[in-house]
């Protein structure tokens, strides 16, 4: 994301009161974007299900598998056994994952130069073709390696934990609630969402 278009999305923000408050708490979003569409895939694929150590230890050992390039090529991961997979920690179900991934980048179904016509949604659609890719590693490419600006991923529990503490609700919410109170938000959801991550890290729920 652009400075001056985070700025524009910080000046809409501050007009929810709430969101306001944390502008004023935390620092401001970094939004480097991700130019490698294929290792933002893969990394998503890993991370899933995994703590930040976790998922980054079996991450660097995956790359270590390539000492070659910064990064495999789809073609390379794909003539790796899948026991050399495992033994950087993948279990043997994201292993047969990222092989599909990289099948998909060689076959072309999927293909990076048609996103920047596409709306979110189709986005999503396109990256769900691939096993082990659901709805919530969409959202994440969509906010992190493309810097869309109003992505809501109500199935995060960050997300859900940050509604839950800035609207001192007593249960986490379910989407519709969420939707329903980001709707002032838009069109820089994904903005706000980075500070509702912030008070879920922190728990700090004072007024």
Known sequence: ??????????????KDRDIKRLI??????????????YQSLVQAIIHQQLSGKASETIYKRFTALYR?????LPEQVLKTTGARLRSAGLSAQKSLYIKDLSLRFLDGTIQPKLFPRMSDEEIREHLIAVKG??????????????????????GDLG??????????LPHLPDAKNMEARAESWRPYRTVACWYLWRLADDGNTSR
Not at 1 to 14: C, I, T, V, W, Y
Not at 133 to 149: P, V, Y
Not at 159 to 168: A, H, P
């Open 1 to 14: 994301m652009q400075k001056e278009d985070l700025s524009k999305a910080l000046r809409h923000l501050r």
């Open 24 to 37: 004023s708490r935390y620092p401001k979003p970094d939004y480097t974007r991700r130019r490698n569409v």
């Open 68 to 72: 070659e390039k910064p990064f495999p």
């Open 133 to 154: 890719i659901g709805r919530w590693s969409a959202d994440m490419f969509l906010m992190f390696t493309l810097n869309r600006s109003d992505v809501l991923p109500v």
């Open 159 to 168: 997300i859900q934990k940050g509604f839950q503490r800035l609207f001192t």
